[in-house]
Structures are given as C-alpha cells and as structure tokens.
Nanobody, 123 residues
Framework: QVQLVESGGGLVQAGGSLRLSCAAS????????MGWFRQAPGKEREFVSG????????QYADSVKGRFAISRDNAKNTVYLQMNSLKPEDTAVYYC????????????????WGKGTLVTVSA
C-alpha cells in the first residue's frame, strides 16, 4: 500500500509561486511513476504533470507548460511541483498520485492518491 501526503498549498497572489511536495510512505518509491492532478470547484479532476521513475521524462498539461516544473527526489521519497506565474484559474485542490508504469497520465489509471492540498490564487 502506498500512502501519499501533499503539502505546500496556500493562498498566493497572481504572478506568485508555490512549491508543492508529495511524500510517499513506500519502500519502493523509485519504482513508481508519479503524477499531479487538480480539481477546481465544480469541475472534473484533470491532469497537470507526470514524471517517470527516474525523473528523466516528464509531461505537462498545455495549460501549465512553461510555468510548472515537476521533479522528484527518490532518496527522500518525494515528488515536487514548482508552480510559477500562477493565475487565478490555477486555483484548485492539487493531488498527487502514483502508478507503476509511465505513459499518458489519466485519472482512472492512477493506483494511489493523496488527499490533496488547496491552492488559491487571488487576482
């Protein structure tokens, strides 16, 4: 069983930055691909970014390309999401998720989920 705990959310002004962290309680963290998803009020959960086991490959939603950066530290069992140039439309609960294989990240394909951290971007 993989337990994921997100942190780093909060209130920030438009144009500001936040770094989200997701700590995994699993001995074999380096065998999991990790993803970040978000869910805004009244909307479906959507893909934000994903990274492979080693950190050498990553994917981004078009809406965050050039502004967000995903990374991981396998020694710390942690994946990060650096969010820059934040916009009000980035306001959402951000979730990290894990699965064994890489490829296209879809909500239904993820095996384990955290409980999320709220990011609010004010205009």
């Amino acid at each position: 069983q993989v337990q994921l705990v997100e942190s780093g959310g909060g209130l920030v002004q438009a144009g500001g930055s936040l770094r989200l962290s997701c700590a995994a309680s699993v001995f074999t963290f380096s065998t999991y691909s990790m993803g970040w998803f978000r869910q805004a009020p009244g909307k479906e959960r959507e893909f934000v970014s994903g990274i492979d086991r080693s950190g050498s490959r990553s994917q981004y939603a078009d809406s965050v390309k050039g502004r967000f950066a995903i990374s991981r530290d396998n020694a710390k069992n942690t994946v990060y999401l650096q969010m820059n140039s934040l916009k009000p439309e980035d306001t959402a609960v951000y979730y990290c998720a894990a699965r064994i294989y890489y490829g296209i990240f879809r909500v239904d394909d993820m095996a384990f989920w955290g409980k999320g951290t709220l990011v609010t971007v004010s205009a």
